[in-house]
């Protein structure tokens, strides 16, 4: 049997990953600090282990513990507009810890690390996103994760450790932290929807992207280790369609049967258009879920009626409070 790290695996796309790793015949090992995710997310048959990535000695410790065969890195801070403002605790936690996680897949001969990176990586104008593309981020998101995804390359290079890298996208499903302001518009309007609160939208609302159900990321990300054919690529994963924030808006409102109160806000630094080909990995994982946006959302808004609202939390530590968006925290670090 072989055994998994499996970081941020009490999150939302990691608790999904864990529980295919374990129907899979995996043993796993998730490792979360909690500070997005839920305890009671981990499925019965795995070991949480609480701690961060950033803590190299902690790392240190697990991996000479229990000699893991796959790395599947999940662990990330994946506020993209946020990341301009709290850029340290972006670059520490995004960057330095994945460094940590490969430091360690090299030392103690890891089979594959699989790396859960982002479409936030190319940047704008390059619609459809494909893998050829040069990356052009423009966020200490998309650029952290970048990093990583070139020294997994040089990692690979210098030492043989081979990887899988995805680029997700717009993720959404049961299990999302739907009490973070910050990320994940799905969770945000169906947390909005049962306070009785109007749906907040940055801007004119027109703004696309393709919104993915987790069935479609979590199921290949589980599946890439045990196929030769995705070992050191990079696969844009996730839904094909865009959808704008308006008609989103409406699609999370019927499902609660509201009519949907919007309330717009200043407009924020994103990029107006993202969505990407899937061509690559359909050669190699196979069609998609088949899951519809509507069928998505009426199942994850199924979840969040047993789940019950949650309180938005403040992010704790803003290091630039400049151009901050409207509705969002101020407290500056110390």
Same mark, same amino acid.
């Given at each position: 049997?072989?055994?998994?790290? %499996? ?48 803590? #190299? ?9 229990? #000699? +893991? ?26 960057? /330095? ?8 897949? %090299? ?6 690390? /699989? ?5 936030? /990586? ?22 952290? !994760? ?19 890298? +995805?680029?997700?996208?717009? %993720? ?29 939208? +940055? ?7 393709? +919104? ?51 309330? #717009? ?7 107006? #258009? ?15 879920? *088949?899951?519809?946006?509507?069928? *998505? ?8 009626? !047993?789940?019950?609202?949650? !309180? ?10 400049? !151009? ?11």
């Amino acid at each position: 049997m072989s055994t998994s790290l %499996v970081t941020g695996g009490a999150g939302f796309i990691g608790s999904h990953v864990v529980r295919h790793c374990l129907a899979s015949g995996q043993r796993v090992i998730a490792l979360d600090d909690l500070s997005g995710g839920f305890e009671d997310h981990i499925p019965q048959g795995a070991s949480l282990i609480r701690g961060s990535v950033t803590d #190299h000695r902690l790392l240190e410790a697990l991996f000479n513990e229990h #000699h +893991f065969d796959y790395v599947y890195h999940l662990a990330a801070y994946a506020a993209e507009g946020l990341s301009h403002f709290i850029r340290r605790f972006n670059y520490t936690n995004n960057l /330095v810890g994945s460094v940590n996680l490969i430091n360690e897949s %090299v030392r103690h001969k890891v089979k594959c690390m /699989v790396f859960t990176s982002s479409i936030a /990586v190319y940047g704008p104008g390059q619609l459809p996103m494909t893998e050829e593309m040069t990356p052009r981020p423009e966020d200490p998101y998309g650029i952290s !994760k970048y990093a990583v995804e070139l020294d997994l390359r040089a990692a690979h290079e210098m030492f043989g450790l081979d990887y899988v890298i +995805f680029r997700p996208h717009n %993720v959404y499903g049961e299990n999302q932290n739907i009490g973070d302001k910050y990320r994940n518009v799905i969770g945000i309007f169906m947390n909005q929807i049962m306070q009785g609160l109007p749906l907040t939208v +940055f801007g004119d609302g027109t703004q696309t992207r393709a +919104f993915s159900y987790i069935d479609d990321v979590a199921i290949p990300i589980c599946k890439s280790v045990s196929l030769p054919a995705a070992y050191n690529q990079v696969f844009n994963i996730g839904a094909d369609e865009p959808y704008t924030v308006n008609q989103l808006a409406k699609v999370v409102s019927r499902a609660f049967g509201a009519e949907p109160r919007i309330h #717009h806000l200043g407009a924020r630094n994103e990029v107006q #258009h993202a969505y990407s080909d899937h061509g690559r990995a359909r050669k190699v994982f196979g069609p998609g879920s *088949g899951v519809s946006l509507e069928e *998505g959302i009426a199942r994850m808004a199924a979840w969040a009626k !047993k789940t019950g609202a949650r !309180k938005s939390q403040e992010f704790g530590n803003i290091e630039i409070t400049e !151009k901050l968006p409207d509705g969002w925290a101020v407290k500056k670090a110390s």
